[in-house]
T-cell receptor, first 115, second 115 residues
Framework: QKEVEQNSGPLSVPEGAIASLNCTYS??????FFWYRQYSGKSPELIMS????GDKEDGRFTAQLNKASQYVSLLIRDSQPSDSATYLC???????????????FGKGTKLSVKP | EPEVTQTPSHQVTQMGQEVILRCVPI?????FYWYRQILGQKVEFLVS????????KSEIFDDQFSVERPDGSNFTLKIRSTKLEDSAMYFC?????????????FGDGTRLSIL
C-alpha cells in the first residue's frame, strides 16, 4: 500500500516567518512530487512540482526533494495571512504502462499564519 | 488561464438514486481523473481515463461507478445507486500528456450530498 505521510498540524507561524512543511512517501520508485494548497471547502490548487533531488524555487516557495530519504518539503518564505490553508503533498504513481498514474495524497498540513 | 470546470457545484440526491457529475477538462489535455474527498479526510483517487478508456481505477471505483467521455469536451462520472457514504466532494482533474511528470489541474469540485 503506497502511503504519503504529513503532520496534520496545525502549524502556526507569525506573519513574515518561514513556514516549513514536510512529507514522506513509501514508494521508492516514485518519480513526481507535487504540493497543492487547499483552502477550506475549495479544490486543490497546484503550487509546486519537483522531480529531481535538490531544491526548486518559485517566488516565495521552495520545494526540496530527497529521494534517498523519501522526503519532500515545502518552504514558504515571508509567510502571509493569505497563505493560511491546508497544504497537500501528492506523489505521482506510475501505472504499469509507465505513463501518468494517479496521485497519492497525504492528509495535508494545516498552516495558520498569524498577523 | 485555462481551467477545469465542473457542474453542478452542489448536488443533493436521495439514497438509491443515480447521479451524474460533469467535467470539462482543459481543452488540450489528454488524461482525465476523478478524485473524491470525504469531509475531513484525504483526497482519494477514483479513476483515470485516457484514449477513451479507463487507464487505472482504485478499489473505491466499484460497479456502481462509471465514467464516460460522451463528446469531445465532457467527461462524466456516474454513480448508479447512491449510498450515504458517497457523500463527498468529487474533483475532476486533467493533465496535458501521458507522462508521469505532468501536473494534474483540478476543477472546483462538486459537493455531493446523499440524503
Amino acid at each position: 500500500q503506497k502511503e504519503v505521510e504529513q503532520n496534520s498540524g496545525p502549524l502556526s507561524v507569525p506573519e513574515g516567518a518561514i513556514a516549513s512543511l514536510n512529507c514522506t512517501y513509501s514508494d521508492r520508485g516514485s518519480q513526481s512530487f507535487f504540493w497543492y494548497r487547499q483552502y477550506s471547502g475549495k479544490s486543490p490548487e497546484l503550487i509546486m512540482s519537483i522531480y529531481s533531488n535538490g531544491d526548486k524555487e518559485d517566488g516565495r516557495f521552495t520545494a526540496q526533494l530527497n529521494k534517498a530519504s523519501q522526503y519532500v518539503s515545502l518552504l514558504i518564505r515571508d509567510s502571509q495571512p493569505s497563505d493560511s490553508a491546508t497544504y497537500l503533498c501528492a506523489v505521482g504513481s506510475m501505472n504499469y504502462g509507465g505513463s501518468q498514474g494517479n496521485l497519492i495524497f497525504g492528509k495535508g498540513t494545516k498552516l495558520s499564519v498569524k498577523p | 488561464e485555462p481551467e477545469v470546470t465542473q457542474t453542478p457545484s452542489h448536488q443533493v440526491t436521495q439514497m438509491g438514486q443515480e447521479v451524474i457529475l460533469r467535467c470539462v477538462p482543459i481543452s488540450n489535455h489528454l488524461y482525465f481523473y476523478w478524485y473524491r474527498q470525504i469531509l475531513g479526510q484525504k483526497v482519494e483517487f477514483l479513476v483515470s481515463f485516457y484514449n477513451n478508456e479507463i487507464s487505472e481505477k482504485s478499489e473505491i471505483f466499484d460497479d456502481q461507478f462509471s465514467v464516460e467521455r460522451p463528446d469531445g469536451s465532457n467527461f462524466t462520472l456516474k454513480i448508479r445507486s447512491t449510498k450515504l457514504e458517497d457523500s463527498a466532494m468529487y474533483f475532476c482533474a486533467s493533465s496535458a500528456w501521458a507522462d508521469s511528470n505532468q501536473p494534474q489541474h483540478f476543477g472546483d469540485g462538486t459537493r455531493l450530498s446523499i440524503l
